[in-house]
């Protein structure tokens, strides 16, 4: 065997020592292939009493939302019938009103007052003269208005009651 240096003189390559031949006894192994798996979904395992508590927690909902809006539907038709009601009376009211003032004959009051609840016109020493101030005015009071005024000064616990009570009548 040559010895081998790291320089080799020349274009040639060295010629490598020969080995001997193998025998074919060892062939090479097919290489064995491998199939991938597909990948498949899996199921995904609820257990039924879960699944059932949300089905009937989920239908028990329906039906309270179903049952508040019912509830909302005959407040809403109450309400509706309740204001046709008054706004009937109120006509009915303002007629009468009408009537009354149209109707009403002074000298026949007069009459009335003397004759059946003995009624006369009152003495010199009772009569008072009260002094009455030269601006003269009147104050007119709204019951709706003083509800109104005095409803915006309910304090927070008051609100939140008010609501709950709208909420759940």
């Known amino acids: 065997m040559e010895t081998r240096s790291g320089y080799v003189y020349g274009s040639v390559a060295p010629k490598l020592p020969q080995r001997p031949e193998r025998h074919e006894t060892h062939q090479p192994k097919e290489r064995q292939v491998r199939v991938s798996r597909v990948a498949v979904p899996r199921y995904a395992h609820i257990p039924k009493g879960r699944l059932c508590f949300c089905i009937v927690a989920l239908v028990a909902m329906c039906f309270v939302v179903l049952y508040r809006f019912s509830l909302l539907a005959d407040l809403n038709a109450a309400m509706n019938r309740m204001n046709e009601e008054y706004n009937t009376l109120r006509n009915e009211n303002r007629l009468l009103k009408v009537e009354i003032e149209t109707s009403i004959d002074l000298d026949r009051v007069k009459q009335i007052a003397e004759t059946e609840l003995g009624m006369h016109k009152p003495d010199r020493f009772q009569i008072v003269p009260v002094s009455v101030p030269k601006n003269d005015y009147n104050v007119v ?17 008051e609100g939140i009651l008010d609501a709950v009570r709208a909420a759940f009548p």
């Open 141 to 157: 009071l709204d019951q709706q208005y003083i509800e109104e005024a005095s409803g915006g000064r309910k304090s927070l616990l």
